[in-house]
């Protein structure tokens, strides 16, 4: 061989050398993330999602991909949504935003470690063995956002002590619903509040359902936790305001977009935690040892201007209790 063909030879495989090494290396783990929400409502919960993953050391585009779907509050979706993600595969599967989302996620894969976000008991549905053990490829964050409907009742008939009537606003779609009526019922009698329920499944049927609950002379509302209400979060803000109808609501979020009064779980948080157990999992961590964490931290929030808007004053009794009041 000639001294300057073996100089090419040398020199061709040296720059195919850094080309081999990076086809060798392995592509980054994929999280998939499916929700019963939409992206534009959700971009502040999704970044604090992210963020958790950093504190993680994962970081998206460079060690670890995510991928999302989004169901836009249509729960039947879901299901394709999931199938499409196993398929992808993923390394794990967060599914949030409700049962719909969680169920979903449970009949695409029992391999697959799921990671969820619910309102609902998950012993209770089966989903889990128990709390500290849930076995299984499922584990994640029992939210508690529907159990918290006579809680939200019991506040909203503190701050309108005089109305007669109080609206509820459910939507038939969501299966927890079904519950949520019938908590809501039984603490409307305990406190001896009537109340009239609407339904609404669609953004059409919102207006319709505000016409009804005014036609029925409510003087307040309660917004059912919903992941589909919070997609349609400021046209159900702004019938709110129209028909002048005070209304609390289950998220900071509402009365951060100018709703009257929330009280709920801090969700941002939530999200921090599914990050962190989505790291945990990537790193080794076997699901089936992870227990179901619970909501721990609350957030009562009141916004005074849209009150002034009402012409409706805040108790100083309860107002001292808000975590939060915008002024």
Same mark, same amino acid.
């Given at each position: 061989?000639?001294?300057r063909?073996?100089?090419t030879l040398i020199?061709?495989?040296?720059?195919?050398?850094?080309?081999a090494a990076?086809?060798?290396?392995?592509?980054?783990?994929?999280?998939?993330?499916?929700?019963?929400r939409?992206a534009?409502?959700s971009?502040y919960l999704i970044?604090?999602f992210r963020?958790?993953?950093?504190?993680?050391?994962?970081?998206?585009g460079?060690?670890?991909?995510?991928e999302f779907?989004?169901?836009g509050?249509?729960?039947?979706?879901?299901?394709a949504?999931?199938?499409?993600?196993v398929?992808?595969p993923?390394s794990?599967?967060?599914?949030?935003?409700g049962d719909?989302a969680?169920?979903?996620?449970?009949?695409?894969?029992?391999t *697959?470690p799921?990671?969820f976000?619910?309102g609902?008991d998950p012993?209770?549905?089966?989903?889990v063995?128990?709390?500290?053990?849930p076995g299984?490829?499922?584990?994640?964050?029992?939210i508690?956002?529907?159990q918290l409907e006579?809680?939200?009742l019991?506040?909203l008939h503190e701050l309108m002590?005089?109305a007669k009537?109080i609206?509820v606003l459910?939507n038939?779609?969501?299966?927890?619903?079904?519950?949520?009526?019938?908590?809501?019922?039984k603490?409307?009698?305990?406190i001896g509040q009537q109340?009239?329920i609407?339904?609404?499944?669609?953004?059409?049927?919102?207006?319709?359902?505000?016409?009804?609950?005014?036609?029925?002379r409510?003087?307040a509302l309660?917004v059912g936790?919903d992941?589909?209400?919070?997609?349609?979060?400021?046209?159900i803000?702004a019938?709110?305001?129209?028909y002048r109808m005070p209304?609390?609501?289950?998220f900071?979020?509402y009365?951060v977009?100018?709703?009257l *009064?929330?009280?709920?779980i801090?969700?941002a948080d939530?999200?921090?935690q599914?990050?962190a157990y989505?790291?945990?999992i990537l790193?080794?961590?076997?699901?089936?040892?992870l227990?179901?964490?619970?909501?721990?931290k609350?957030e009562?929030? *009141?916004?005074l201007?849209?009150?002034k808007?009402l012409?409706?004053? *805040?108790?100083p009794t309860?107002?001292?209790?808000?975590?939060?009041?915008i002024?």
């Open positions: 061989m000639k001294r063909d073996f100089i020199g061709g495989a040296a720059a195919a050398w850094p080309l990076r086809a060798q290396q392995p592509a980054p783990p994929v999280i998939g993330f499916m929700s019963s939409s534009d409502d971009a970044e604090a963020q958790s993953l950093r504190e993680a050391g994962l970081v998206e460079q060690n670890v991909a995510i779907r989004w169901a509050g249509q729960y039947d979706r879901l299901p949504l999931a199938a499409e993600l398929r992808r993923v794990v599967l967060i599914a949030v935003g719909p969680v169920f979903a996620a449970k009949a695409a894969t029992s *697959i799921v990671v976000g619910m609902s012993v209770k549905l089966g989903l063995a128990s709390l500290n053990r299984g490829n499922i584990t994640g964050i029992a508690w956002t529907d006579p809680k939200r019991g506040l002590p005089k009537m609206g459910l038939p779609n969501f299966a927890p619903a079904v519950r949520a009526s019938q908590e809501i019922r603490a409307a009698e305990t109340i009239t609407a339904n609404a499944a669609t953004p059409t049927e919102l207006d319709a359902a505000f016409a009804r609950l005014v036609a029925q409510a003087e309660l936790a992941p589909f209400f919070d997609t349609q979060r400021n046209q803000i019938l709110a305001a129209q209304a609390f609501y289950q900071r979020e009365a977009a100018g709703g *009064i929330s009280y709920g801090d969700l939530a999200y921090r599914y990050g989505a790291a945990r790193k080794g961590a076997n699901p089936a040892d227990p179901v964490m619970q909501s721990v609350f009562f929030v *009141i916004n201007k849209a009150a808007a012409g409706l004053e *805040i108790l309860l107002s001292a209790r808000a975590d939060e009041v002024e």
